[in-house]
């Protein structure tokens, strides 16, 4: 007989952890959960992912792509997307559309098998129409999802959904009161009883940033209405790094409503296909059709907006509805500023430190996942893997940042003692003619072959005693003369990444100022980026230093709380940190309550430099465009006492692509965090 030691013991209990954790393994890899039987759900995340997580599939017929319908030219601001099934129905509800007050589009999927035909004539507010047949799949939520997907919705600010409703299992339920044709009803006179009613809706969106969705009174139901969709809800919002809270449901039952285009726009982040959807069968519960249903509405509120049923909105709301018009105007609610890096292009100390031909794209597509559903590599979608040498390339990112309320950007500056690197990409911005304005921020760190900005392994650094820091404000007079420049209150816009770097900073603003107003610039506008005392940041003291404030640039200067590394199935190799996003966030809004004057707030895309170290980065699990409306929404809210002028919000960022920070359209989330700045912007 084996005598039995300690030792022996601990390599046979290892060895049964390991034969444990891959059987778990297993059950991860077949999206089986283990105690609920062998099937597996449409929407099971595993499963998903096995299916490439959505980014092989388009999400739509690919027929849309050269529909003659598309693109609009000029869409309106708001829209109705009405489902057919019943099309018997279909003549009454688009004459309830004549109540709506202001220019609107009209998209028809019809899933009936019939011909249709849409009685444009009779609605006189009615100016695009676009109609598709689909097939019978999803109810009338995944013909909404593929429009979305397609994205059709993406320039509407308000979007009334409605669907021909019969709903004949209502009469055959005690606990529902009425039919399902007096349901309909019931919406329609809610929703578009009248023009009167309608104006009131759409005042009430206006007048309220936080409002997300309006639906009939009776149908904001909460978790007695879970059924049997809880787990696929949940399935659903692992797609996001959500966590569901099943009590806290609250969502708009009947699938009715009018809501915040954001809200139904973010759906695109949730990467949906035909795959996802049961086949239909009669179901009245249990379906992905009805798990998406609820998680509209726990979307909604997690994006920081309210659901309100129609009979409690104010009954005055000043004419404000009006502002919906095609060619009303609009003020953005914050001057939106996003860093700007300028790393796309090669240079010849690129190619000596990293190899030849190297850009950010280098360590963005070698990135690799180092959990479940780890978003990993980031990939471009709309721009491409695009070069910062071509004009057309700033072009298109400055049309696209103007459309969704961008302001300008904040350029990533690299001045090392007198030498300017990365430059090329400014420098023709300032000899082009692209419309984007822009200011710069002095990013005075080391640059280290671990790209933390420390003294340790540096290939460049600064040197403020070979070429003093006061002739840093020559050398970019060129660009503070631009009529483009960013300005506050007509003061140029300038920052310092790291100001406590220099001993004697004080002194050197002291003589950018007067270099500015001798060289005929006025004023300049000097502000700190807010990072800790090791990063050589400056605290909350800034005026002792001659600045005019500091401007926020997370997670910098905000707590880092752990998220669920112990649920994600981590990478042995991983060595780094796993942070929880929704924690910053709320840490974030918290401080936003008692914002000090000069202090200028800044948001997260998110944060995620695996493309950087592998398996030593820092991760901020949970980033998603939803939780990031809210943190974009409660900071302009913080500053919407402020001149207009001075109602400053910086994102991170623009297009840290190495960082995961990334307001660009990329090919898992395509454009729905810019969609969230934009819903702020003009909400």
Not at 543 to 550: C, K, S, V
């Amino acid at each position: 007989m084996r005598k039995i030691t300690v030792a022996g013991l601990r390599r046979r209990a290892a060895r049964y952890r390991m034969i444990a954790k891959s059987s778990l393994v297993e059950y991860l890899e077949e999206g089986k959960i283990p105690g609920r039987g062998s099937s597996v759900s449409p929407v099971d995340f595993n499963a998903w992912l096995r299916r490439g997580a959505g980014r092989k599939a388009s999400g739509h017929p690919d027929s849309w792509r050269v529909d003659p319908q598309l693109p609009l030219e000029d869409p309106s601001r708001v829209a109705v997307v009405m489902h057919v099934f019943f099309p018997e129905l279909l003549d009454e509800l688009v004459h309830s559309l004549r109540a709506i007050p202001v220019g609107f589009d009209l998209v028809v999927t019809n899933a009936s098998g019939e011909p249709i035909r849409v009685d444009r004539e009779s609605v006189e507010n009615l100016r695009n129409v676009v109609l598709f047949d689909v097939h019978n799949h999803g109810r009338d939520i995944f013909p909404l999802v593929q429009v979305v997907n397609a994205g059709i919705l993406d320039p509407y600010e308000i979007v009334l959904k409605v669907h021909t409703k019969k709903s004949a299992w209502r009469a055959e339920h005690a606990e529902l009161a009425g039919s399902g044709e007096q349901w309909k009803t019931e919406f329609l006179q809610a929703l578009v009883g009248s023009t009167e009613q309608v104006q009131r809706i759409l005042d009430a969106f206006a007048n309220d940033p936080w409002l997300g969705l309006v639906t009939a009174p009776g149908n904001i139901v909460g978790p007695e209405h879970w059924g049997g969709d809880e787990d696929l809800t949940r399935e659903l919002l692992r797609r996001l790094e959500l966590d569901l809270v099943p009590e806290s449901l609250r969502f708009a039952a009947g699938s009715m409503y009018w809501v915040r285009g954001f809200v139904l726009q973010g759906l695109r982040a949730l990467n949906l296909t035909a795959d996802d959807f049961h086949e239909e069968a009669g179901q009245i519960d249990g379906t992905t059709a009805h798990a998406i249903e609820r998680a509209i509405g726990i979307l909604t509120e997690e994006a920081g907006l309210r659901l309100e049923e129609s009979g409690g909105l104010p009954s005055d709301g000043a004419g404000t509805w009006e502002r919906y018009h095609l060619a009303a105007p609009r003020t953005p609610s914050a001057r939106f500023v996003p860093f700007y890096l300028p790393q796309f292009h090669p240079t010849h100390e690129n190619d000596v430190w990293w190899g030849k031909g190297f850009t950010e794209w280098t360590n963005v597509t070698a990135a690799r996942p180092v959990y479940r559903g780890h978003h990993q590599p980031k990939l471009p979608a709309d721009l491409g893997f695009y070069d910062l040498r071509l004009e057309e390339v700033r072009q298109a990112q400055s049309t696209m940042a103007s459309e969704h309320g961008i302001d300008g950007f904040m350029y990533y500056y690299y001045w090392f003692a007198g030498q300017r690197l990365l430059n090329l990409p400014i420098e023709r911005l300032r000899a082009g003619d692209t419309p984007m304005p822009f200011c710069i921020m002095w990013a005075n760190e080391n640059w280290t072959r671990r790209w933390d900005g420390r003294s340790s392994d540096v290939l460049i650094g600064q040197d403020y005693d070979r070429v003093p820091a006061e002739t840093f404000i020559d050398d970019v007079l060129e660009f503070l003369r631009d009529e483009r420049y960013l300005r506050v209150d007509g003061k140029p816009l300038l920052a310092v990444y790291r100001p406590g770097q220099m001993a004697n900073f004080a002194e050197v603003l002291a003589t950018w100022r007067r270099r500015a107003r001798e060289e005929g610039l006025g004023e300049l506008a000097v502000l700190a980026v807010s990072v800790a005392e090791e990063f050589h940041g400056i605290g909350a003291d800034f005026a002792e230093h001659g600045l005019d404030g500091t401007l926020g640039f997370p997670p910098h200067n905000l707590p880092w709380e752990a998220g669920p590394a112990d649920r994600l199935a981590v990478s042995p190799q991983f060595k780094g940190n796993l942070m929880s996003y929704g924690a910053l966030v709320r840490a974030a809004e918290d401080r936003l309550r008692t914002i000090g004057d000069g202090v200028h707030p800044g948001v997260m895309v998110n944060f995620d430099n695996t493309a950087r170290r592998q398996w030593r980065p820092d991760i901020w699990y949970g980033a998603n465009p939803y939780t990031f409306r809210r943190w974009v929404g409660t900071a302009a809210a913080a500053v919407s006492h402020r001149p207009e002028q001075e109602r400053l919000v910086f994102v991170n960022a623009w297009n840290e692509w190495a960082e995961g920070a990334i307001l660009e359209p990329t090919d898992r989330f395509g454009s729905t965090f810019l969609q969230a700045v934009r819903d702020v912007a003009f909400a």
